[in-house]
C-alpha cells in the first residue's frame, strides 16, 4: 500500500489549491481515507475524511464550507479541493488509509493504518 499526495505550493489569502493523493496497493474506493495536515510546531489535525462505509464526508469545523474531499474511483485519488484559503491554512498536507478504522477513530493520526508524504501547502501574500 502506497500513498503520495501532490498539488501543495505558495498560495495568496483568498486563492486555492488542489491537493491529490495518489494511491497505489489498494482499491481506495473500498478503505476509509482521509487527509490532515501539521503546523510548524504543532500536532497533526485531521482535516477532512471518507468513511469505510459510507459517502459521506466528515470535515474539520475550520475547513467547512471550503475545502471538499472527492475520491476517483477510475484514477484511484483522493482530492482535497482547498478554496478561500487563510494564513492559518499553511502546514504539511497528508492522505491516510484504512480498511479497519471506525468512524470514532476517524480524527486520530495514530489510528490510521497507512500514510504518505505530505505536500507543503503555504498560504502567504
Known amino acids: 500500500v502506497q500513498l503520495q499526495a501532490s498539488g501543495g505550493g505558495l498560495v495568496q489569502p483568498g486563492g486555492s489549491l488542489r491537493l491529490s493523493c495518489a494511491a497505489s496497493?489498494?482499491?481506495?474506493?473500498?478503505?476509509?481515507v482521509a487527509w490532515f495536515r501539521q503546523a510548524p510546531g504543532k500536532e497533526h489535525e485531521f482535516v477532512a475524511a471518507f468513511p469505510r462505509t459510507s459517502s459521506n464526508p466528515l470535515y474539520e469545523d475550520s475547513v467547512k464550507g471550503r475545502f471538499t474531499i472527492s475520491r476517483d474511483n477510475t484514477e484511484n485519488t483522493v482530492s482535497l479541493q482547498m478554496n478561500s484559503l487563510k494564513p492559518e491554512d499553511t502546514a504539511v498536507y497528508y492522505c491516510a488509509a484504512s480498511s479497519r478504522i471506525i468512524l470514532s477513530s476517524l480524527r486520530t493520526w495514530s489510528l490510521w493504518s497507512y500514510w504518505g508524504l505530505g505536500t507543503l501547502v503555504t498560504v502567504s501574500s
Open positions: 496497493g489498494f482499491a481506495a474506493s473500498r478503505y476509509a
